[in-house]
């Protein structure tokens, strides 16, 4: 079928559907009778479920976690989900983040791109076959979660509260183009032991980024040896010494990048202890450097921890400590591992605490997600691919595999589908979020051809 008439008439409505829900701030905020994730969300949640009203489609709202817009009848559905609640603007903006401008071609503000642009346009993509009474055999449902950001606790209300009708088939448009059939499982967790010496280190921020700086206080006495260690070793340039008040401070420059591709980062932490385990450290330093040279060392693929795996759709397991921290007593060190889909979560999970048992240290499980693996043949995945080959022309672009993490893994048949294309830049969670209008186009006949292709 020929959509190209109705695509150029829905782009305006669709601009200014974005401008508008963008003007929500829909970050989270802190729980109201009735409205879990805070005002915010909640708004956005109305207002989207009004747009779907508005074309005449059925909607729900449940509580105020999900909602959903519904179209077309027959007994099978296809699945569409998407997220209204965004994160927080940050600094760095020439624009108002929450201000929904037109301008330069583009839409700019926090939920462009992630996710409120790709929502809307799967919702006049709907429109369009709508109002063109395109017969279809299924129906289409536009699932809208309120808390993607932080703790999925919509779709964990939805799915386990709500128990609502599963699709046959699924996309996420929450991601990029063309098609993720498979995101990584993950395994987040804090290995932490009592500590009652004064131990001055620290470094990294987060579970999921590799650490770009750690620093540790020595006594000053261990200079020449620190100095000599460093002087050996692969990269003096990524350490620095320096010496005050009888006190001696190594620090490590790394490189930080996604945990997801620690292989392409340097963990500071991990150097850092590198050095410890060749100088004279002594006491609870020394039991930390040492376990931690022991179970981690310089490594990136969970070697020492004997978790090392591979399969040959998803490459290397991998394992990043993205921070280290002493106070109140405790020495605690934050881990992520991303795991190949062929792998249980559950598996890694117990051979990491067998490991550690008898070192003093304890496991704690802080997040924990199940692979999503599509098969790359599948009807959906080919049919999605199709849908946007015939469009885009791009025959050289791949079905992908990803170490984030969509809502395509909340359910089964589901993966994730857009809206990124290959050559659009990515300002998601970054300063001055902005959606080319001509890629918006692109983006509206996509979803149009899919939606049909799926349904039909
Ligand atoms: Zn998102």
Same mark, same amino acid.
Request: aromatic content about 6%; charged content about 25%.
């Given at each position: 079928?020929?959509?190209?008439?109705?695509?150029?008439?829905?782009?305006?409505?669709?601009?200014?559907?974005?401008?508008?829900?963008?003007?929500?701030?829909?970050?989270?905020?802190?729980?109201?009778?009735?409205?879990?994730?805070?005002?915010?969300? @909640?708004?956005?949640?109305? @207002? @989207?479920?009004?747009?779907? +009203?508005?074309?005449?489609?059925?909607?729900?709202?449940?509580?105020?976690? /999900?909602?959903?817009? +519904?179209?077309?009848?027959?007994?099978?559905?296809?699945?569409?989900?998407?997220? %209204?609640?965004?994160?927080? @603007?940050?600094?760095?903006?020439?624009?108002?983040?929450?201000?929904?401008?037109?301008?330069?071609?583009?839409?700019?503000?926090?939920?462009?791109?992630?996710?409120?642009?790709?929502?809307?346009?799967?919702? !006049? $993509?709907?429109?369009?076959?709508?109002?063109?009474?395109?017969?279809?055999?299924?129906?289409?449902?536009?699932?809208?979660?309120?808390?993607?950001? &932080?703790?999925?606790?919509?779709?964990?209300?939805?799915?386990?509260?709500?128990?609502?009708?599963?699709?046959?088939?699924?996309?996420?448009?929450?991601?990029?183009?063309?098609?993720?059939?498979?995101?990584?499982?993950?395994?987040?967790? &804090?290995?932490?032991?009592?500590?009652?010496?004064?131990?001055?280190?620290?470094?990294?921020?987060?579970?999921?980024?590799?650490?770009?700086?750690?620093? %540790?206080?020595?006594?000053?006495?261990?200079?020449?040896?620190?100095?000599?260690?460093? $002087?050996?070793?692969?990269?003096?340039?990524?350490?620095?010494?320096?010496?005050?008040?009888?006190?001696?401070?190594?620090? %490590?420059?790394?490189?930080?990048?996604?945990?997801?591709?620690?292989?392409?980062?340097?963990?500071?932490?991990?150097?850092?202890?590198?050095?410890?385990?060749?100088?004279?450290?002594?006491?609870?330093?020394?039991?930390?450097?040492?376990?931690?040279?022991? !179970?981690?060392?310089?490594?990136?693929?969970?070697?020492?921890?004997?978790?090392?795996?591979?399969?040959?759709?998803?490459?290397?397991?991998?394992?990043?400590?993205?921070?280290?921290?002493?106070?109140?007593?405790?020495?605690?060190?934050?881990?992520?591992?991303? #795991?190949?889909?062929?792998?249980?979560?559950?598996?890694?999970?117990?051979? %990491?605490?067998?490991?550690?048992?008898?070192?003093?240290?304890? *496991?704690?499980?802080?997040?924990?997600?199940?692979?999503?693996? /599509?098969?790359?043949?599948?009807?959906?995945?080919?049919?999605?691919?199709?849908?946007?080959?015939? #469009? &885009?022309?791009?025959?050289?672009?791949?079905?992908?595999?990803?170490?984030?993490? &969509?809502?395509?893994? $909340?359910?089964?048949?589901?993966?994730?589908?857009?809206?990124?294309?290959?050559?659009?830049?990515?300002?998601?969670?970054?300063?001055? +979020?902005?959606?080319?209008?001509?890629?918006?186009?692109?983006?509206?006949?996509?979803? /149009?051809?899919?939606? *049909?292709?799926?349904?039909?």
């Amino acid at each position: 079928m020929d959509f190209s008439k109705e695509i150029k008439s829905a782009m305006e409505p669709l601009v200014q559907d974005i401008s508008a829900l963008c003007q929500i701030d829909s970050v989270e905020g802190e729980p109201e009778p009735g409205m879990p994730f805070g005002k915010g969300p @909640a708004k956005a949640l109305a @207002a @989207a479920l009004a747009m779907g +009203e508005r074309m005449g489609f059925r909607t729900e709202n449940f509580d105020n976690y /999900v909602g959903h817009i +519904e179209f077309g009848d027959g007994d099978e559905m296809i699945g569409i989900l998407g997220h %209204v609640d965004v994160v927080p @603007a940050g600094d760095g903006w020439d624009r108002d983040p929450w201000g929904g401008q037109i301008e330069d071609g583009r839409i700019w503000g926090r939920g462009t791109l992630d996710d409120k642009g790709p929502l809307l346009t799967c919702l !006049h $993509a709907m429109k369009i076959l709508k109002d063109l009474n395109v017969p279809l055999k299924r129906r289409v449902r536009i699932i809208l979660g309120t808390n993607e950001e &932080t703790n999925w606790g919509c779709m964990d209300h939805y799915l386990h509260q709500v128990k609502p009708e599963m699709p046959v088939a699924a996309f996420s448009p929450d991601s990029e183009f063309p098609v993720t059939f498979a995101e990584l499982g993950m395994l987040q967790y &804090t290995l932490t032991r009592d500590i009652d010496e004064p131990i001055e280190i620290e470094g990294g921020s987060a579970f999921n980024s590799v650490p770009s700086s750690a620093k %540790v206080i020595l006594p000053a006495s261990l200079e020449a040896e620190v100095r000599q260690a460093v $002087a050996d070793s692969k990269d003096p340039s990524i350490y620095q010494i320096t010496a005050a008040d009888g006190k001696l401070q190594l620090s %490590v420059t790394g490189v930080g990048v996604h945990a997801k591709d620690v292989d392409q980062g340097l963990n500071a932490i991990s150097y850092m202890m590198d050095i410890l385990g060749k100088v004279s450290v002594t006491g609870q330093l020394k039991e930390v450097a040492d376990f931690y040279n022991t !179970h981690f060392g310089t490594t990136v693929f969970g070697e020492k921890m004997g978790i090392s795996a591979s399969d040959e759709i998803s490459d290397h397991l991998t394992l990043n400590i993205g921070k280290i921290q002493a106070a109140d007593g405790k020495l605690t060190l934050y881990c992520d591992s991303r #795991i190949p889909v062929s792998i249980k979560v559950d598996d890694v999970e117990k051979a %990491v605490q067998e490991k550690i048992q008898g070192t003093g240290f304890t *496991y704690e499980l802080a997040s924990k997600e199940d692979p999503l693996y /599509v098969d790359k043949d599948s009807d959906l995945v080919t049919t999605l691919m199709e849908a946007y080959r015939k #469009i &885009t022309g791009d025959n050289e672009s791949q079905p992908m595999v990803s170490g984030g993490a &969509t809502y395509s893994r $909340a359910i089964d048949n589901c993966v994730a589908f857009g809206c990124l294309l290959p050559d659009q830049a990515d300002t998601m969670h970054q300063a001055n +979020e902005s959606l080319e209008i001509d890629k918006l186009e692109i983006w509206l006949q996509i979803c /149009v051809e899919a939606i *049909y292709q799926l349904a039909k």
